[in-house]
Nanobody, 114 residues
Framework: VQLQASGGGLVQPGGSLRISCVAS????????MYWVRQRPGRRLDYISS????????GYRDSVQGRFTISRDNAKNTLYLQMTNLKPEDTATYYC????????RGQGTQVTVSS
């Protein structure tokens, strides 16, 4: 299993960012996929999930309405569109095979600061 997230960066509060995760080494198109994040000094937190066909999604309460998960099974890629970003969204973001972060590989740093 290889999961490589990218697209993070520095953004001002209220701004938007889309991060991506390219998957390989397993059947992406038949797997539930998850985004998790780790804020400085804190444990890993579940952010969002999506069913293999994209019909079912889930979100952490604090990001509901601001973040949108999507996937392109033809490209083995998972996305997270983040809008109205807040300083408390600052974290390293990973895609993973479950909400506990199983299989997560390289994350991408998102910093929300003015």
């Amino acid at each position: 299993v290889q999961l490589q997230a990218s697209g993070g960066g520095l953004v001002q509060p209220g701004g938007s960012l889309r991060i991506s995760c390219v998957a390989s080494g397993f059947s992406f198109s038949t797997s539930y996929m998850y985004w998790v994040r780790q804020r400085p000094g804190r444990r890993l937190d579940y952010i969002s999930s999506m069913s293999p066909d994209g019909d079912s999604t889930g979100y952490r309460d604090s990001v509901q309405g601001r973040f949108t998960i999507s996937r392109d099974n033809a490209k083995n890629t998972l996305y997270l569109q983040m809008t109205n970003l807040k300083p408390e969204d600052t974290a390293t973001y990973y895609c993973a095979l479950d909400m506990d972060g199983r299989g997560r590989g390289q994350g991408t740093q998102v910093t929300v600061s003015s």
